[in-house]
C-alpha cells in the first residue's frame, strides 16, 4: 500500500476524533444555546415556547442522539444549518473561506519574501553586526503578537499617514483587484512579519548545518561563485525544516487568523467561528472546525510530499 494511500485512509478516523472531541467541547461551554441565539428576548419566552424551540434545534435530546443525528448527516454531505445565519453550514464556509485562503497567502508570500532571504543573509555572515542585527530584529518578530502588529500597522499606516484603509465594507477580488489588496495587504503584514521571524530564525540554523557539510566545502573548492553554492547546492537542502515551519503555519492561518480578522473586521472563518462560539451556534462550530481539521491534514500530507521533492534521499515505499 503506498504512502499517500495510507495516509488518506487514516482522514477518516482523524476526522471522526476531531468530531466528537468537537462535538463534546461546544457543549461543554458554559451557558444556554437559546439564551445565547436570543439574548435578552430569551426571557420573554414562555417554558412551553421554550421546550418547542429546542425541539425544533434538537437540543430535547440527549448528547449521543445528537451526535448521532449530526453525524448521519455528515456522511451525506449535510453539515447542518446555522441557527444565526439561517444558511447551510456549508454555504456558509464557502463562502468566507476564499477570503481566509487569500490572507493566508499573502501572509505566506510576505513570510518567506523577507525570511529567506534574511535567514540566509545573516547565516552567510555569523557573529557579525549584521547578523545579530537580524537575530535581534528576529526576536523582537517572535515576541510581538500579531494583534500588537496589526494595531500597529492601523495606527501609522492608516491613521498616521492615510495610506491603506484601516476597516469597511469587504471588496472581493473578482470585482476590485486593487481595492481587495488595499483592504488585505495591512493584516497580511501582521500575520506575514510575524511568521518571517521565525522563517528567519529557522533558515539560518538550517544554513549553518548545511555551511558546514562537506559537499559545500567540495563545490567551493571547484570554484563555484559563493552565489552559486549558497543558492544552488546549500538552500535546497535547508528547505525541509522551513516547509515543515510553513506547512505547520500554513494550516493554523487556513483555520483563521481570529485576532486579526476580528481587528480589522474581515469576514473570514476565524471571526465566524468565534461569532458562532459566542452564540452557540453548534451546527456552524462543529462544520468550520472539521473543515479546519481537514485543512490541516491535507496541509501535512503536501508537506510530507514536497520533503521527497526537495531531498530526493528521502523516500516513502510501502514498508
Known amino acids: 500500500m503506498s504512502y499517500v494511500l495510507r495516509r488518506l485512509l ?14 463534546v467541547a461546544i457543549r461543554l461551554v458554559p451557558g444556554d444555546a437559546i439564551t445565547a441565539m436570543l439574548g435578552t428576548e430569551s426571557g420573554l419566552l414562555t417554558p412551553a415556547q421554550r421546550e418547542s424551540l429546542a425541539a425544533y434545534f434538537g437540543l430535547d435530546q440527549n448528547w449521543v442522539v445528537q451526535y448521532w443525528r449530526w453525524l448521519v448527516g455528515l456522511l451525506h454531505g449535510d453539515l447542518g444549518v446555522s441557527v444565526t445565519y439561517g444558511q447551510p453550514v456549508s454555504q456558509i464556509i464557502l463562502d468566507r473561506f476564499p477570503l481566509t485562503l487569500e490572507l493566508a497567502l499573502l501572509s505566506m508570500v510576505i513570510a518567506l519574501l523577507i525570511g529567506l532571504p534574511a535567514g540566509v ?43 491603506l484603509p484601516t476597516m469597511g465594507r469587504f471588496v472581493p477580488l473578482t470585482e476590485d483587484p486593487l481595492g481587495n489588496l488595499a483592504q488585505l495587504i495591512l493584516p497580511a503584514l501582521a500575520l506575514g512579519t510575524a511568521f518571517a521571524a521565525a ?27 559563493q552565489g552559486y553554492v549558497i543558492w544552488r547546492h546549500a538552500l535546497p537542502n535547508a528547505l525541509i525544516p522551513v516547509v515543515t515551519l510553513s506547512g505547520v503555519e500554513f494550516g493554523y492561518l487556513l483555520g483563521g487568523a481570529v485576532i486579526v480578522e476580528q481587528i480589522f473586521a474581515l469576514p473570514g472563518l476565524g471571526r ?43 523516500r516513502y515505499g510501502a514498508s
Open 10 to 23: 487514516m482522514f477518516p478516523l482523524v476526522m471522526l476524533g476531531v468530531s466528537i472531541f468537537v462535538f
Open 121 to 163: 543573509f545573516a547565516a552567510t555572515r555569523v557573529e557579525r553586526p549584521s547578523d545579530l542585527i537580524v537575530r535581534v530584529f528576529t526576536m523582537i518578530g517572535q515576541s510581538t503578537p500579531n494583534f500588537v502588529l496589526a494595531l500597529l500597522a492601523i495606527f501609522v499606516l492608516s491613521v498616521g499617514f492615510g495610506v
Open 199 to 225: 522563517v528567519t530564525r529557522i533558515s539560518r540554523a538550517a544554513m549553518l548545518d548545511i555551511l558546514s557539510e562537506d559537499y559545500v566545502r567540495t563545490a567551493r573548492s571547484k570554484g563555484f561563485s
Open 272 to 314: 465566524v467561528v468565534l461569532d458562532a462560539i459566542l452564540q452557540r451556534d453548534y451546527a456552524l462550530v462543529q462544520g468550520v472546525v472539521l473543515f479546519i481539521a481537514f485543512n490541516f491534514l491535507l496541509v501535512n500530507l503536501l508537506v510530507d510530499l514536497a520533503y521527497a521533492a526537495l531531498d530526493p534521499r528521502i
